[in-house]
């Protein structure tokens, strides 16, 4: 059974939600009556199918509800940012033509989003009061939805994907789902943590999927890392997906604290989103077993790969071989290069996205040779077994004095320091090479932002990476920008540097 509302027929005092806080969370059978009062309410509200709608709400059981009752009514349901400032939530909400967006009351700036006509906002509070005022019973014109989600925007303004919506009933089987199920044996029996943003796409495609399974979902108001060991001993956990730096954050847990938990329920810990530095995977197998899964893909959903930690093992730094398309490694006039040199990579038979409102951008994405392949714009190589390798994003590449520069190698190294807590490595102006590398750092001990500790790390880099990677100045940040989905928001860090903003 592939839907929520089947095992709401089966087994409606099931829960589908759990809160880690202990606050109210939803059985099949709430998520099931509330989803469809959603539905009337859009109704209702005139929202009719291909309509879209939004919610810029923090980790809440009302995210399923908004949801679910979207996915029925055959609306396109967009997720807003919590830390957005309201002139970015404003541009989603524009973009995406969004009829109603259902909102938190605590959400910094909500009272700065200006009123648009023909878009109707609901707080949580008057959410819950017009769901009371609906008939519990199925619209008449069901129709399957899907999610519309933005980009994270790290190298400028975040884009609508926009996927065309599905056919056939609202309770049909879909890919992700089945995927799930496939990959992780995700099933009724799965329970499953969200330590992640429910507005970013894995977090809510991971959890929807898991509903349509019939597995319960746990969720993190937010992410703390000894909070997450003692939720997957208290919820007795099967599965999990986590990103890299919150493995770095487990990990620098002191031994005795990582021990004091029982992780033996624990089958299945799935990462993606961000590169993960070899040693950090290497020591997350090495506690936790041969558990930890990796896919790459994104929310545009034009293709995917996926490695086993048995595959990793073998071929550590790979992101694994093609599950769904097939991947081409192709140079900049979009011809394939030979097995072994790198390029940029395009998955070929995966969704055919568009970036709403921007051809442009979306043109960008098509090779210029074969236009039905597309990438997501990161370099890669595959090795002679087809494993594909990533080698950075393409607008993260320095150039200096006509070297190529990919940061994200010299930031795993720097990440495994024991005194760094985060690493971002870019490119700045440098009047004779046109940019120079500079790596900026933060601290796990604030007291550490020292000219010393600067010496020691640009020292630390060139005992162990040829020199021309290696970062020729060091800065400090209390708090680097990075996004809740372990993306580093770069175009924030190089916009200090540079004289004109990023775009």
Same mark, same amino acid.
């Given at each position: ?7 709401a027929l089966t087994d409606p ?14 059985t099949y059978g ?5 989803a469809n ?5 859009l109704?209702a509200?005139g929202?009719?199918?291909?309509? +879209?709608i ?13 949801y679910w009752?979207g996915?029925?009514?055959?609306l396109y349901?967009?997720p807003?940012?919590?830390?957005l400032k309201?002139d970015?939530a404003?541009y ?9 967006v259902v909102?938190s009351?605590?959400?910094v700036?909500?009272?700065d ?14 959410w819950?009061?017009?769901?009371a ?5 199925l619209?008449?014109?069901?129709a399957?939805g899907?999610h519309?989600?933005y980009?994270?925007g +790290? +190298?400028g303004?975040?884009?609508g994907i926009?996927?065309?919506?599905? !056919? !056939?009933?609202?309770t ?28 970013h796409?894995a ?8 509903h349509r399974?019939?597995g319960t979902?746990?969720?993190?108001p ?5 909070a ?17 730096t919150?493995f ?11 021990a004091?938990y ?13 590169p993960c530095?070899?040693e950090i995977k ?5 506690w ?6 990796e896919?790459?893909g ?6 995917s ?19 769904? !398309? ?13 097995t072994g ?20 951008? +979306? ?10 392949w597309?990438?997501l ?7 002679e ?13 320095i150039?200096s ?15 495994t320091?024991?005194?760094?807590a985060?690493?971002? *490595? ?6 004779d090479?046109?940019?120079e ?29 040829a ?5 020729r100045? *060091?800065?400090?940040?209390p ?9 580093l ?15």
């Amino acid at each position: 059974m592939t839907h929520p509302r089947l095992h709401a027929l089966t087994d409606p005092t099931k829960p589908a939600v759990l809160m880690s806080d202990g606050s109210a969370g939803l059985t099949y059978g709430e998520l099931e009556d509330r989803a469809n009062r959603g539905a009337q309410l859009l109704r209702a509200l005139g929202i009719k199918r291909g309509d +879209t709608i939004a919610f810029w709400l923090p980790n809440c059981p009302e995210v399923f509800e908004i949801y679910w009752a979207g996915q029925r009514a055959g609306l396109y349901i967009t997720p807003i940012a919590t830390g957005l400032k309201a002139d970015e939530a404003d541009y989603i909400v524009e973009n995406s033509g969004s009829r109603l967006v259902v909102v938190s009351q605590e959400i910094v700036g909500l009272s700065d989003l200006p009123a648009r006509d023909g878009v109707t906002v609901l707080t949580l509070t008057q959410w819950n009061q017009a769901l009371a005022t609906q008939p519990a019973g199925l619209i008449a014109d069901e129709a399957p939805g899907f999610h519309m989600v933005y980009s994270s925007g +790290t +190298t400028g303004r975040p884009k609508g994907i926009r996927l065309p919506l599905p !056919g !056939g009933k609202v309770t049909a089987s879909h890919m992700l789902a089945e995927l799930s199920a496939a990959a992780y044996g995700t099933g009724p029996h799965t329970i499953y943590l969200s330590p992640a943003p429910l507005y970013h796409t894995a977090p809510l495609a991971y959890t929807t999927s898991c509903h349509r399974l019939g597995g319960t979902v746990v969720v993190m108001p937010k992410f703390e890392p000894e909070a997450a060991l003692e939720a997957i001993e208290r919820f007795k956990v099967t599965a999990t997906q986590m990103v890299p730096t919150m493995f770095v954050r487990l990990l620098k847990l002191p031994e005795d604290v990582r021990a004091r938990y029982d992780l033996t329920t624990l089958k299945v810990v799935v990462h993606a989103a961000a590169p993960c530095p070899v040693e950090i995977k290497r020591a997350m197998i090495a506690w936790l077993g041969p558990i930890i899964h990796e896919y790459y893909g994104g929310s545009e959903g034009n293709g995917s790969t996926r490695i086993t930690p048995e595959e990793w093992l073998k071929k550590p730094g790979s992101v694994g071989k093609a599950s769904w !398309g097939v991947v081409h490694i192709c140079d900049d006039e979009g011809h394939e290069r030979p097995t072994g040199e790198q390029g940029v990579v395009y998955f070929e038979g995966g969704w055919d996205f568009h970036y709403l409102g921007d051809e442009a951008k +979306t043109r960008d994405s098509r090779n210029p040779q074969h236009p039905t392949w597309s990438t997501l714009g990161d370099v890669g190589y595959l090795d002679e077994d087809g494993y594909l390798f990533l080698t950075d994003r393409k607008s993260y590449m320095i150039i200096s004095g006509g070297v190529n520069i990919y940061p994200q190698e010299v930031e795993n190294l720097l990440i495994t320091h024991p005194r760094v807590a985060d690493a971002a *490595v870019i490119g700045v102006p440098n009047s004779d090479f046109g940019e120079e590398v500079k790596a900026v750092i933060q601290p796990l001990d604030p007291a550490d932002s020292t000219a010393t500790f600067a010496a020691e790390l640009i020292a630390f880099c060139k005992a162990r990476l040829a020199h021309v990677k290696c970062p020729r100045s *060091v800065d400090f940040d209390p708090a680097l920008p990075r996004l809740d989905n372990g993306k580093l928001y770069k175009r924030l860090i190089k916009d200090r540097y540079w004289n004109t903003p990023i775009q």
